[in-house]
């Protein structure tokens, strides 16, 4: 079966198409400048007749396997009519119609900035589709970041000042002034931390000898002595046990050879004797 391109150029289909382009009667051209035309609704098609040109011409340019030459040609007349649109949009406004100029985008590159004239082609010259992947317009979109020159020891030392030091912090006075504030707001804190831990320890006396106790510095001295265990410590008979199993052990790796005690040690387990 035919391609849609192919039955377009059959003798049928063009002599159609001709009848019907002789009942529309003759196109309307463009006019070359945009100042002759002194019509609103006219001005306002003629933009969107070239909207539409462009529209095309970007699919076109999407392609990669156009060529160079081609894509660069493709690309120029897109900029070439959206030149024309500026033409015609600023004759709208002329006109008393509405300002496109004031909502259309910027070009961009990839990282947001605005690609004005560093293309070398004027302010305003924008690449579309694979135009934008040519040999010297990729660098314009991806252009390297700036590199940081390390300073050397010597410059760094030649910025190093009194004030870096903080020498003169304190001859405005206000420095003072806030040190003096956190200072006494340090010492009330400790203060009361004090108070409260003193407070701890008087209860902690009276419980132990009475309420009318008065505590004497003979007293503290044997307070702060005092040994508190947090662990459980074995009593006398159970150190006296583990003397005697260290014994028997030393006795044991001493006449009796490792082989021997792994079997008496492996009889233990199958008679389950925990001695």
């Not at 001493?254 to 492996?266: T, V």
Request: glycine fraction near 8%; proline fraction near 4%; aromatic fraction near 6%.
């Amino acid at each position: 079966m035919a391609r849609n391109a192919e039955k377009a150029q059959s003798m049928l289909n063009r002599f159609l198409a001709g009848k019907q382009d002789e009942k529309r009667g003759p196109r309307a051209k463009r006019p070359y400048l945009a100042s002759e035309c002194n019509d609103l609704v006219e001005a306002d098609k003629w933009r969107h007749g070239i909207l539409r040109e462009v529209g095309k011409k970007v699919m076109e340019i999407q392609n990669e396997g156009l060529g160079e030459h081609r894509i660069r040609d493709l690309n120029d007349e897109i900029n070439k009519l959206i030149r024309e649109k500026g033409h015609w949009e600023r004759r709208i406004v002329e006109l008393g119609g509405p300002d496109y100029s004031r909502v259309g985008p910027a070009v961009t590159d990839s990282k947001g900035k605005e690609v004005a004239e560093l293309t070398g082609k004027g302010h305003g010259y924008k690449y579309f589709g694979a135009a934008k992947m040519l040999p010297g317009v990729k660098e314009l979109f991806e252009a390297e970041p700036p590199k940081q020159i390390r300073k050397t020891r010597f410059q760094m030392h030649k910025a190093i000042d009194p004030d870096y030091y903080g020498f003169r912090d304190e001859d405005d006075g206000v420095l003072e002034k806030v040190e003096a504030e956190a200072e006494k707001f340090m010492r009330a804190q400790a203060v009361l931390e004090w108070e409260e831990k003193d407070h701890e320890r008087q209860t902690h006396l009276a419980s132990i000898h009475g309420e009318g106790y008065v505590p004497t510095e003979t007293d503290d001295a044997a307070e702060g002595a005092q040994f508190v265990a947090y662990v459980e410590l074995p009593d006398q008979k159970q150190i006296e046990a583990r003397v005697l199993e260290k014994k028997k052990a030393d006795l044991m790796a001493k006449y009796i050879s490792p082989e021997l005690q792994n079997a008496q040690a492996a009889a233990k387990d199958l008679l389950n004797i925990q001695r």
